[in-house]
C-alpha cells in the first residue's frame, strides 16, 4: 500500500522582499534585566575571597619556625629550666 501526497502550493522558505515576524518581540525599553544575589550567596562568595587572600598571603612566620627548629635541635636549649617554665605555662592555661 502506498500514499501520495499532493502539494497545495510552492514551498519556499524565504520569500524575498518581506521580513519575518517576531512573535515575543520586546518594544523599547519597557522590561530591564536584573538579577538579584542571595544573602547565603553573597556570604559564600565573601569566604571564598577570603580564601584566596589568605592563600596567596606569604607566611608571615616562616622566621619564626626557622628560630624555633634551631633552637630545639640545638642540645644545649632543653634544660630543666624550659621544661619546668612549659609546663607551668601549660598548667596556667589550662586551669588558670
Known sequence: ??????????????????KPERANQVSGSSMADSISISPAAQEKAELLRTQELVASAPDSRAGLIAELKEKIN?????NDKLINATADKLIDALFG
Open 74 to 78: 640545638d642540645p644545649s636549649y632543653i
Open 1 to 18: 500500500m502506498s500514499m501520495t501526497i499532493d502539494r497545495i502550493g510552492a514551498i519556499d522558505p524565504i520569500q524575498p522582499g518581506k
